[in-house]
């Protein structure tokens, strides 16, 4: 009952979300998982053996009312994996690169426009979630430096965290919950939850916060 119940949740889902509903039924019957949308003008690549799974409902290239749908793309690699535990929305101009063997965990919130998420170990993202336009996440360096055989390291987005214009998140950082990010910061070490992070690279600003 539980699983027909969710079908329909997700089915009625597609069907009220302007989505571009062909793609939407190739890439739900090849992943085997109903609940995602994909809109116009999404370029995806996926390998027999990667996944979208969870409890949640995926949206890929939402736009705003009066703008267009600008091109996106997603890539999943052998044996990636993409988890969305709960509804998360990521706008159009997005690239997407889940490389093999890696996972990407979404909980609940959105993505504005413009991302780029380049996944290579594990990339973690929490519940009520506001990211804005022209980020930048990424868990790897792709070449060594100096002999340094850490390239890549996982990240993690707490909840509630609010990611802003332009940011650009870097491998092994954990943003505590509850944090704000500074337009245009370059986040390369930890941000304690409650915390608002600013500059190039990203140094705590103000403890104690809140925000809405």
């Known amino acids: 009952m539980l699983i027909i119940k969710k079908n329909l949740r997700c089915i009625r889902n597609i069907l009220f979300s302007k989505c571009n509903f062909i793609q ?15 809109f116009p003008n999404v370029h995806v690549s996926i390998k027999p053996t990667s996944s979208i799974t969870g409890d949640g409902f995926l949206k890929l290239g939402a736009k705003w009312d009066g703008l267009r749908y600008l091109s996106s793309e997603i890539k999943l690699g052998k044996k990636a994996k993409i988890i969305v535990n709960g509804d998360f929305k990521i706008n159009t101009g997005f690239h997407i690169s889940v490389n093999e063997n890696a996972t990407l965990i979404l909980g609940s919130g959105y993505i504005n426009n413009n991302l780029t998420l380049d996944c290579f170990d594990s990339i973690s993202i929490g519940n009520n979630v506001a990211i804005s336009k022209g980020v930048t996440i990424r868990d790897s360096d792709d070449h060594a430096i100096n002999g340094n055989t850490t390239i890549s390291s996982p990240i993690v987005i707490g909840n509630h965290v609010w990611v802003g214009l332009n940011v650009t998140i870097l491998k ?29 690279p990203a140094k705590i600003i103000k403890s104690g916060i809140t925000w809405k």
């Open 172 to 200: 092994g950082v954990h943003i505590g919950d509850g944090s704000v990010i500074a337009a245009g910061a370059v986040v390369t070490k930890n941000v304690p939850e409650n915390s608002l992070a600013g500059g190039v």
């Open 24 to 38: 939407t039924m190739i890439l739900g019957f090849r992943l085997k998982n109903a609940c995602i949308a994909v």
